[in-house]
Every structure is written in structure tokens, then in C-alpha cells.
């Protein structure tokens, strides 16, 4: 409901013709008013020259009063009045919306009703619309890890044929190389201003346990590795999944839906019957022992914990920096500058699985020094150093920031089923290059351990 205030005139000789009120292009009908209002008598223009009526139209919900305040002229000089009996009378036509509070309420509702809806209906569509997006840069970053999963694998396997006699090398120059790497990248995001000292002054404790799981995961499966058959390990490594829908639910507290529950099954029967087929898995867990193969489960444990950590580590920081996300490198570099710190206090233990006494580690790992940089008496039978160990080394380090965007946009569980995928693949990457997947995962668990 709206008001607004006009003034009209008439006279004593007004026409017949209808007096129109217009604003804008519409306009409300007065019928023609009495001549009794344009009295020349100041005494009746008080009490009978004062009347109100409402205007009204079904096109304009619009409200006046019209006052009738007499000729023009005051009434005191009556020459001036007979002059003015003439003339046309003025009427003002004042605000009367104190009589349409209701309607003007539920106009107001109205409107205030209408306006929520249209701002319900464009959330949704813009909520829809980001839905999309999300589902797009999910399945992106998905085929994106599949692919650097399967060549981070089958280099992997390229980069020990130089590096035969040296895996546990191959391990550490990866371990301790990322560390310098990440830090370098993320001392040039800063200086770009792309990561905050926000982000930096986040706390440690996560980041500290995340390198603790990692070299917990990497120590426990190297001892079962060295132990286990390469064709066993990809079957043991589906509890990897199993770890990961677990943990999610207890510390994420979410919930999984049956079809869900069923696809990831299915991908992981389908990996233990790609690696099954034409082999003596089942054959090599017994000779095993079931000490062993509870081993590689609890190291897919630590991975499991691993990768749901970094998952509350970016939940945390977005409540932290107020909305925003943590830059990728910041937990990359804590996170592998901590692994390298434990696995330096378990060096004694890690080169005794190895079968190298701690006391002759030194020599160990300047003779590999010599075989990757293909130098030296040491260098024959290291062809392709350092070439393909550097391939493998660059490969997984993107399959590892990758996996790790993957994880930060989506969950634990979706990067986990990207990794087991590209596992898969790589399997059969192998069965179709002649080879098998032995030696695959004995190499020092740069791949298990970084790879998830």
C-alpha cells in the first residue's frame, strides 16, 4: 500500500468531464465535486468544506484523502473574494494511510514472502550449480591420480633395475629428498603470498602425527614385506579400504550407504582376483605365517590413520582460518619433514630388516650414492641412473600432491579408491610388460607408504 499527496482544483463552473489523478501512466477517476464546496463563506469552509474520501482503483492499491479547503483567498477582503468566486478551488489531498495499515501489513508480508522465495530458489540453483563444479574437479583429480598411481608404480619397478642391490637407498633419497623439495616450494608459495602466516602458525601436534603413522606404516611394511611374496601384498593391501570406511566413521562420523558399501567390495574383489589369477598368493600367506600378514594389515592401519588425520587437519584448518583451506604444501612439508625425523630414529631397525648391519649403513649408502649418480668403479649393472630413479622420484611426487588435493576436496575413502584403482591397473600394466608384481613392494614402501 502506498500514499502520496496532490493537489487538485475545481471551481463553481467545473465541467461534467471527470477530474483524473495521474501518476506515472496510471490514473484514478474523481467524480465531479458539489459546487456547495466552493462556498464564498468563510464561516461554513471550517465545518462543511472539510470532507475526506478514499481513492481507490483495482489496478493502483493506493490511498488520499481529499480536503476541500475553500477558494482561494482567505474570506477577509470580500472584493478579493468576489474576485475569487471565479476562480477554481483548492483541494489538497493528504496522507491517509492510517487507514490502510492492514492492507499495507499484508503487502508488506507479500512482498517479504515473494522476495524470500526468489532468493530460496537462486541459493539453489547457485548450490546446485557448485554441486556440479565439486563433482567435476572430484573426477578430475580422480582420473588425474589414477594416472600418476600407475606410473609412479610401473617406474617404481623401472627405477630398481639400476637400483637393484639398493631399494633401501632408493627409499631414503625419496624420504629425505621430499622434505627438501615440499619446503622449497612452500618458502616460494609464501613469498608469492599464495600460503599465509595464518596457515604457518597452525599447530604441529597433527602434523607431528601424521609423521609418526607414516614412518610407523613404512617401518611395518618393509619387515612384512621382506617377508611376504610381492603377489600377497596387493591382496593384504584392500584392508587398506576396509581401515579407511572404519576411521572415517568413528572420528568423521560418517555414515555409508549400502551401494556404497557394495562398490567398494566389488573394486576390492576385483583386485584380489586380478592378482590371484595365474599365481600362488594364497599359497605364499601360508608359508608365511599368519604373523607377517597381520603385520602388512596393521601397516595399512597406520596408512589408513595417516590419510584420515590429514582429513581432520583440513576440516580443522577451515574453521581456523575462518572459511578458508590450508595450502597443500604446508602439510605436505610438515608432514614429510616429521617422517623424516622418525625415520631417522629408526634407521637401526629399518637397515637391520634390510639385512645390513647398522654399523656398514654408511658405506651402504655411499655405494648406492655411486650407483644412482652412475659413477665410479660401483656403477656397473646401474644403467639408466640416475634417469629413471629421478622419473620415479618426480612421478611420485605428483602422485602424492595429487592424492592429497584428491583427498582435500573429497574424503579419505574416494582418494583411497583412486589409489587401489591405480593399483589395479598397474597390475595389469605389469601382466602385460611380462612381468608380475613381485618386487614391486619390497623396494623400501616408498610407494605404499607415500602413495596413500
Not at 160 to 183: D, E, R, S, W
Request: with cysteine.
Amino acid at each position: 500500500m502506498t500514499s502520496y499527496c496532490h493537489r487538485i482544483t475545481a471551481g463553481a463552473g467545473v465541467s461534467n468531464r471527470p477530474i483524473r489523478l495521474s501518476r506515472m501512466t496510471r490514473t484514478v477517476e474523481i467524480s465531479r465535486l458539489p459546487q456547495k464546496y466552493c462556498s464564498n463563506h468563510h464561516d461554513h469552509q471550517q465545518q462543511q468544506l472539510r470532507s475526506r474520501m478514499v481513492l481507490r482503483s483495482r489496478k493502483i492499491v493506493r490511498a488520499a484523502m481529499v480536503e476541500a479547503v475553500g477558494p482561494c483567498g482567505d474570506g477577509e477582503d470580500k472584493a478579493a473574494a468576489a474576485a475569487a468566486a471565479a476562480m477554481p478551488c483548492a483541494y489538497a489531498v493528504d496522507n491517509l494511510s492510517s487507514l490502510t495499515t492492514e492492507e499495507e501489513e499484508e503487502k508488506s508480508e507479500s512482498d517479504q514472502d515473494r522476495t524470500a522465495e526468489m532468493e530460496s530458489e537462486n541459493g539453489k540453483k547457485k548450490k546446485k550449480g557448485m554441486d556440479q563444479s565439486q563433482k567435476v574437479k572430484v573426477v578430475v583429480a580422480a582420473a588425474v591420480t589414477v594416472v600418476m598411481g600407475v606410473g609412479n608404480r610401473v617406474l617404481y619397478k623401472l627405477a630398481l633395475v639400476p637400483l637393484k642391490h639398493y631399494p633401501f637407498f632408493l627409499a631414503q633419497l625419496a624420504t629425505f629428498g621430499y622434505v627438501i623439495v615440499y619446503f622449497s616450494i612452500l618458502y616460494l608459495r609464501y613469498r608469492a603470498g599464495i600460503v599465509t602466516d595464518e596457515m604457518l602458525s597452525l599447530p604441529k601436534a597433527p602434523f607431528l602425527a601424521v609423521g609418526l603413522l607414516e614412518a610407523l606404516g613404512a617401518a611395518t611394511g618393509m619387515a612384512a614385506g621382506a617377508i611376504l611374496s610381492g603377489a600377497s601384498i596387493p591382496i593384504l593391501s584392500q584392508t587398506f579400504l576396509v581401515w579407511q570406511i572404519i576411521l572415517s566413521t568413528a572420528f568423521l562420523g560418517r555414515r555409508y550407504r549400502v551401494n556404497q558399501l557394495l562398490g567398494c567390495f566389488l573394486v576390492a574383489i576385483g583386485v584380489i582376483i586380478t592378482v590371484a589369477s595365474g599365481s600362488s598368493a594364497g599359497h605364499s600367506l601360508k608359508e608365511a605365517g599368519i604373523f607377517w600378514s597381520v603385520l602388512m594389515v596393521v601397516s595399512f592401519l597406520f596408512q589408513a590413520a595417516d590419510t584420515v588425520l590429514k582429513e581432520v587437519i583440513f576440516s580443522d584448518a577451515a574453521q581456523r582460518l575462518k572459511g578458508g583451506s590450508v595450502d597443500l604444501f604446508v602439510v605436505n612439508s610438515y608432514g614429510s619433514a616429521f617422517q623424516a625425523f622418525f625415520i631417522c630414529l629408526l634407521l637401526p631397525f629399518l637397515s637391520k630388516l634390510w639385512g645390513i648391519p647398522f654399523s656398514q649403513l654408511p658405506n651402504y649408502l655411499k655405494d648406492g650414492a655411486a650407483c644412482f649418480l652412475n659413477i665410479g668403479t660401483l656403477s656397473s649393472g646401474c644403467d639408466g641412473a640416475p634417469l629413471l630413479p629421478l622419473l620415479f622420484i618426480v612421478v611420485n611426487m605428483g602422485f602424492n600432491i595429487s592424492l592429497l588435493y584428491l583427498l582435500k576436496i573429497s574424503s579419505a575413502v574416494v582418494s583411497c579408491l583412486a589409489s587401489t584403482f591405480s593399483g589395479c591397473s598397474s597390475i595389469l600394466c605389469y601382466k602385460g610388460m611380462g612381468g608380475s608384481c613381485h618386487g614391486s613392494t619390497q623396494g623400501g614402501g616408498v610407494k605404499e607408504v607415500r602413495g596413500h
